[in-house]
Structures are given as structure tokens and as C-alpha cells.
């Protein structure tokens, strides 16, 4: 793929400036081309090197992003056994990582019903190798200010500004209320490691089977089942059910053999994993809203209408969201329909 850049990219200007002074790697800058991007702004390029090997070169404005939190994650998970990239090079200052390549096909390039299985198993190894070595006061901890402030997202962006709905007290009352009860489970939860977007767009298809790990420098110290939510409960794929049903017993068999502390009966442990994911999704129904109407990245609008699927299946199972589900379908009902249905 050719460098697509406009004239004024300065960016891209420093960065091929700084590659040429990695000599110990002989990066090739005309190589220099799009790798990803992602909802943040970050940009990742792939460039080759002399001896006909990849790197991957991570751009994170100083201004907006900050690679320190990268590079202290990268060596947490690192030392687990699980794979991410290698950090080879870097300039803290001026936002510029090297890194090791973990090719370019992710989970969901290659997910599908052949393939499901054994991908999504190495993914729940892999989880579990990471959890078992956790320890507290490595990583930030995702407390209660913070849980409830990703909450808030959605009553902010997703019904503010996307729904264009201002909330009467007695509906926000039943919102908090209804964001109380989940958070008194997600809190009541053993705490680990944390990847916190632990899903089929960050994991890798390397050949030794165990997934390659991206995108983990938001990773804190937190409920035991918000990485599993956020593979099972994927926002750009679905599975049935009784698949879901299916990895998740799997889980929870090898996490209880393994030492972690998962709740003792697979019911209890469930229901912990439903109340996770309505957290999550909550947050992320918000965070899609943002992305579309702050930063003008309108690709995530297609997967809200499965987040809000797995939003409601969830909340409808439990008589104490009951209130809940009747606000936002009152919601749904009156949401604009705009090239894309709810």
C-alpha cells in the first residue's frame, strides 16, 4: 500500500527523519506505508528492513497520546509469556515507537465457523497465563471513579448527542440506580490484569498458536471478567449463544484449575460476566457516539446496533435492570433512523 499523506503531515515529516538514525535495524524509509489506525491517534506504519525483515513504527502525538504507559504495559505482559511486540527503539518525547512486527492478520480476518474454536481457546490460554501472574500496584486500577465515569459516556454521547434526548430526573434516577447495581457487581469482583479491549481487532494469528497481543496501553488492574466480556462479547462479531455459553464454561474450568479466583459455581460466574458486559457495552454504546460525533469517525456507527443487541439480552435477564431496559427501549423507540436501524 502506497504512503497516502497530505503535504502539511509533519508527522510523518520527524518520523522519517528519526528512522534513518536506527541504524542497529536499517529501516528502508521509502518503504515507509499504513499499517492501521486506530479509534485513537495513534497511526501505525510498516517498514521494511535490509535484510528483508518488517517492523512496525508506532506515531503517538505527544500532544494527545502518551507512549510511556505503552512502553510500562509492553514490559508487565511481557515478562507473563504471553506475545506482544517487542519494544526495539524509541522517542519518548517525540511520541515515536519501533516495535517488532506481529504480522498483519488479525482474529477477526480469520474468524469463522471452521476456525472459531481454536482461536478463541488460545485466546482464553492465553488470558489465563496472563491473569495468573498479576499483582497488585503494577498497573492503575480500575475503581470505581473510573468504571462509573465510562458509564457516563453513555448518558453524555450516546443519549445526549447521538440520541439528541435530554433525560427527565426520574429517568436519569433510574439510569444511576441501574448503573449502581452493575457496579456493585463488577466491584465485588477479584480483581487481575486487565487488557481492557481484549478482542478480535488486538489479537494476532501468529504461527505458534497463541495470539499475538496489540493495543494493551490502557490495560489496568480490575475485574476478573471484563477481558472475557470483551472477547466473547465481541462488538464486530457475533456468536450464538450457546457458543458463548459454550467458552465461557471453558474458561472458567481452566481459570479454577489454574488457582484464579473465579466465583465457585459457573451460575454466579456467569452472572458476573453478564454485569461486566453491561458495563462495557454501556461504555462503548458511548464511546461509538463519541467517535462518530467528536471526531468525526463515522465506521463505528454499524456496530451499535450489535452492542445494543448484547446490551439489552443481557439487562433483560435480570428483574433489577428491569427499569433499565424500559428506559432505553423508550429511547430506541424515539431514535433517529438514519441509514442504520437500532
Do not use: C
Request: charged share 25%; aromatic share 10%.
Amino acid at each position: 500500500m502506497p504512503l497516502i499523506h497530505s503535504p502539511d503531515d509533519s508527522r510523518l515529516s520527524l518520523l522519517k527523519q528519526w528512522l534513518p538514525t536506527l541504524t542497529a535495524f536499517n529501516p528502508l524509509v521509502e518503504s515507509l506505508r499504513p499499517a492501521s489506525a486506530d479509534a485513537s491517534f495513534r497511526r501505525y506504519f510498516r517498514v521494511d528492513t535490509h535484510s528483508g525483515a518488517s517492523l512496525i513504527v508506532m506515531d503517538a502525538p505527544p500532544a494527545q497520546e502518551d507512549v510511556r504507559p505503552f512502553l510500562h504495559v509492553a514490559e508487565v505482559f511481557g515478562k507473563t509469556g504471553i506475545s506482544v511486540p517487542q519494544i526495539l527503539a524509541q522517542d519518548v518525547e517525540r511520541g515515536f515507537l519501533l516495535l517488532s512486527d506481529l504480522g498483519s492478520t488479525t482474529y477477526l480476518n480469520l474468524l469463522n465457523n471452521d476456525t472459531a474454536h481454536k482461536l478463541y481457546i488460545d485466546a482464553i490460554d492465553a488470558l489465563i497465563l496472563l491473569q495468573t501472574q498479576s499483582k497488585p500496584g503494577v498497573l492503575p486500577e480500575y475503581d470505581r471513579a473510573l468504571l462509573q465515569r465510562e458509564l457516563l459516556l453513555f448518558p453524555d454521547w450516546y443519549i445526549g448527542k447521538h440520541l439528541q434526548v435530554n433525560l427527565s430526573d426520574d429517568q436519569t434516577a433510574t439510569l444511576n440506580k441501574a448503573f449502581d447495581i452493575v457496579l456493585a457487581n463488577n466491584l465485588a469482583q477479584a480483581q487481575v490484569f486487565v487488557h481492557r479491549d481484549y478482542h478480535s481487532r488486538n489479537l494476532m494469528v501468529l504461527p505458534n498458536g497463541s495470539p499475538g497481543i496489540i493495543d494493551f496501553q490502557d490495560a489496568v488492574y480490575g475485574p476478573i471478567t471484563y477481558d472475557l466480556v470483551s472477547l466473547l462479547r465481541d462488538a464486530y462479531i457475533q456468536w450464538d449463544e450457546e457458543m458463548v455459553l459454550d467458552w465461557v464454561i471453558r474458561y472458567w474450568e481452566r481459570a479454577k484449575r489454574a488457582g484464579l479466583p473465579v466465583a465457585p459455581d459457573i451460575d454466579s460466574f456467569y452472572r458476573d460476566f453478564e454485569f461486566m458486559g453491561l458495563q462495557r457495552h454501556l461504555k462503548v454504546l458511548g464511546i461509538f457516539a463519541r467517535l462518530y460525533h467528536r471526531d468525526g469517525k463515522d465506521a463505528y456507527l454499524k456496530d451499535i446496533p450489535l452492542v445494543m443487541e448484547y446490551t439489552l439480552k443481557a439487562a433483560r435477564r435480570y428483574t433489577a435492570l428491569t427499569p433499565l431496559v424500559r428506559l432505553i427501549e423508550k429511547l430506541e423507540d424515539k431514535a433517529p433512523k438514519v441509514g442504520y436501524t437500532f
